[in-house]
């Protein structure tokens, strides 16, 4: 690809850029460290990979990371997987996230919204009196460090109340949407055995009530470890037989106690989307994920007590672990539990005004529907207090961040960034100090030595490549879940380079230090031995009003041919004649290049996602393939199990 210096469509002020977190940690380590005090950010970063024990060290100090045992070095053991840090280390992840309590007792630390899109606050003070209490009432029923907690829970207050009071008795915590089926919760829960599950009655999405009260019967029959179950009567039900009440176990008025754990004790567990199997299990440490955020919220999002910080995602997803982990920065932090477009598509940009939202995070998805419904944000909202827009979850198209650009404000900060549920944070994206170039993220992050590399192990410049991170990250998965061995989690991401974390992107580093993401690597395109990702096809063809979303396979052929099908799911009125046929095999010709046009255009009745909003492809490619679909996929970890029968019976049909 193209490198040539394009102007930047954003750039940060002088003042910005004085006033920014980065700056300000970098003088000060310039000064205590031996940072590089000139060169911006490419020599900070450069530094942080090159003297890894002396960065996180920094980061440590800099933040006031409190140790109740100090660690005896920083990295004990750096090999990867496997990687010690901070040995002999005691901390709290609780504390940390709750430590604004101490000055800004009666401020927001968070301001729940339901779909009324009226913001209800909890105070920093009352959320810490919550969670003492809760703690207390945990530690009473047994529950100890290292012992599991679940939650069928939305985005609401008493989410985040239990996550703190789970860390803070030294409990691991784990939660699932309530959107979620039976099936797709026990696949994950059954894993881990948790001893207490926290449950809603149901929630409300799109103006409508869903009774969940079935659905919680069955996990009880199914979870035989669980000691309690915790009824969060959200729409008014009575607490179930052998139920506690929520308001019973939070209504007490107790300073929190919170357990002094090694740095590398297990935290929470998140779940992998599981499309082709069994959900992989991924277990990050209280102080991992500690120091990472406090990196990635602090430094690169820029966050503090003065801001507040807004991503629209569920409970069943890391960026609702990633939002909790604002108040680590002091910051108030919204918590939306709804749909993303109830009562109209623009209703995230709704909240981002009626909450102050300084910090907007969203789907690129989400964003690239408002292009195509035609909102105009600054127009209907005051968005003067947003200063920064984040999308994540898929590459933001270009057309995407000139529509931020044209339609929310012309000095808008914009930040896609990427990482991963596996480090529940971002290899790249925000640095608000640096340029954002069109269909760009602005850098690796600090202490993340991300590279491109070819099948052979070299870096590459200017070249799509495999994303891989050849240094270890503080929250990397410790382990697995019942993965005994390790090979499981060796397997996922270091059987391709031995010691390198191989993430399965396909990415380009530029050489102005840049990132561009361009699809998932196993469900990599290969015409003619070029390969592509799939995210460039998709970016090219959706800028089409009449395709809604778009979904392209390349598939091997028995006779060694290959097949690369584009499926088409269309807007309302439009029809897949001859005129639209020619128009996307022409945007692909024009935009892309000859080798990229698809050998059919198929209408499908929708695209298949994972419950996390993805784009299902491998286990497309396996249907069409042959496999039998309880062998392609984990049916609970589709959002539309229905729309899979299209591409099933495509594949009997040309079989």
Known sequence: MSTANPSPLWRPTDEVVAQAQVTKFQAWAAEEHGAP?????????????????????????????????????????????GAQWFPGATVNYAEHALRAAETRADEPALLYVDETHEAVPVTWSDLRRQVGSLAAELRALGVRPGDRVSGYVPNIPQAVVALLATAAVGGVWTSCAPDFGARS??????????????????????????????????????????????????????????????????????????????????????????????????????????????????????????????????????????????????????????????????????????????????????????RKAGVHPSRDFDLTRVRCVATTGSPLPPDGFRWLHDEVRDDLWIASVSGGTDVCSCFAGAVPTLPVYIGELQAPGLGTDLQSWDPSGKPLIDEVGELVVTNPMPSMPIRFWNDPDGSRYHDSYFDTFPGVWRHGDWITVTSRGSVVIHGRSDSTLNRQGVRMGSADIYEAVERLPEIRESLVIGVEQPDGGYWMPLFVHLAPGAVLDEALLDRIKRTIREQLSPRHVPDEVIEVPGVPHTLTGKRIEVPVKRLLQGAPMEKAVNVGSVDNVELLHFYEKLARERG
């Open 37 to 81: 005090s000139d060169g911006g950010y490419a020599a900070l970063h450069r530094w942080s990979v090159d003297e890894l024990d002396t960065f996180w060290k920094a980061v440590t100090e800099w933040f006031d990371v409190r140790f109740p045992t100090p660690y005896a070095r920083v990295l004990g053991d750096r090999s990867m997987p």
């Open 185 to 370: 919760v026990l696949d994950r829960f059954q894993q881990i055995e948790p001893v207490v599950l926290f449950t809603v009655d149901g929630y409300r999405y799109g103006g409508k009530e869903h009774d969940r009260r079935d659905v919680v019967a069955e996990l009880r029959r199914e979870l035989p470890t669980l000691r309690a179950v915790v009824h969060i009567p959200l729409l008014g039900t009575d607490a179930p037989e052998g139920a506690l009440e929520w308001s019973s176990l939070t209504s007490a008025d107790v300073e929190p106690v919170f357990e002094e754990v090694p740095f590398d004790h297990p935290l929470w567990v998140l779940y992998s989307s599981g499309t082709t199997g069994l959900p992989k299990a991924i277990v990050q440490s209280q102080g991992g994920i500690l120091v990472e955020h406090l990196k990635q919220l602090g430094l690169h999002c820029d966050l503090g007590p003065e801001d507040r910080f807004f991503w629209y995602t569920s409970t069943g997803w890391m960026m609702w672990n990633f939002l909790v982990s604002g108040l680590l920065t002091g910051t108030t932090i919204v918590l939306y539990d709804g749909s993303p477009g109830y009562p109209d598509t623009g209703a995230q940009w709704r909240i981002a005004e009626r909450t102050g939202a300084t910090l907007y995070g969203t789907s690129a998805a989400y964003v690239m529907a408002c």
